[in-house]
């Protein structure tokens, strides 16, 4: 993969990257295609990243089907697939870690402590291989998208973050590979999450700047239905994922929730301007 990407580099072509675990879904593919319309190649990594599953997550149960990617990418025009194994990325003997301080200790990293540690670690490396100019993510992990973002400021990997919109199903509900594990009843359930962002959305719509109060009706919405454990509904600031109390006019804010539907965990969230 490094000298493909260092060959398409020399030859003065640009490199747009998506790097993703696969089970890929109609969200994976909006990226490959803002990568496509802003490179001239673009490469996706298939890799689910053990270092970013904490000992009782769903690593051995997330869920993998490769022939389905590759034909899905290549229908979708990708030019590389990038799928090493384990022991490629991670070699005995491997040592170093890559740790962004700040955003990562909060709600998913504070819940999830190991998490994104992975994460940093695993992008860095991808990043390092790949080469890319631009690099595509989703809003979906919009935690994520921050602490990746603040890495590559910090330590100056010389590429753009492109963070794109999340896709959703007609019904609302987020596209996550890990929607497959939920029963059909749970299905259904899981619409409680988008409701309750839309829920806040309108309250803050219509004047209210109370934090709390926000908070409260979102919750009293997620704990409507039996299926539902909420770990969270937060208000963060756009930038450094705090938690605020009063929100300001001219400032942008996620509303972030993260909630167990029967045994999945599932996290949603949505982008506030005011
Ligand atoms: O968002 C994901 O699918 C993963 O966290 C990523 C960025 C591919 C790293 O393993």
Do not use: W
């Not at 490094?2 to 747009?16: D, F, H, R, T, Y």
């Amino acid at each position: 993969m490094q000298e493909i990407s260092n060959e398409i580099i020399i030859s003065g072509k640009s490199i747009g990257f998506v790097p993703t675990m696969g089970f890929l879904h109609e969200g994976h593919l909006s990226l490959v295609k803002a990568s496509k319309s802003e490179n001239d190649i673009t490469i996706v990594s298939i890799f689910v990243n053990p270092t970013q599953f904490g000992p009782n997550e769903d690593l051995s149960k997330y869920p993998r089907d490769f022939n389905r990617d590759e034909s899905l990418l290549s229908e979708n025009g990708v030019d590389y697939i990038f799928y090493p194994n384990v022991d490629e990325i991670y070699p005995n003997g491997f040592q170093t870690y890559v740790v962004q301080e700040k955003i990562s200790s909060l709600l998913e990293g504070a819940i999830r402590p190991v998490h994104f540690r992975g994460v940093t670690t695993i992008v860095s490396i991808l990043f390092n291989i790949v080469k890319p100019r631009r690099a595509y993510f989703g809003q979906k992990d919009a935690q994520q998208c921050a602490v990746l973002k603040r890495m590559v400021t910090d330590l100056c990997f010389d590429l753009e973050m492109h963070i794109c919109p999340i896709v959703r199903e007609p019904d609302g509900l987020a596209m996550s590979s890990r929607n497959v594990y939920l029963s059909l009843q749970e299905r259904m359930d899981a619409l409680v999450l988008s409701r309750s962002l839309n829920t806040a959305a309108g309250i803050i719509k219509s004047g209210e700047r109370d934090c709390a109060k926000i908070k409260s009706e979102a919750m009293s919405i997620l704990t409507q239905v039996p299926s539902a454990s909420p770990d969270y509904f937060e208000i963060v600031d756009f930038d450094t994922f705090e938690t605020v109390t009063t929100l300001n006019s001219k400032k942008s804010y996620f509303l972030l929730t993260a909630c167990k539907i029967g045994k999945t965990r599932l996290i949603d969230n949505q982008l506030i301007h005011l």
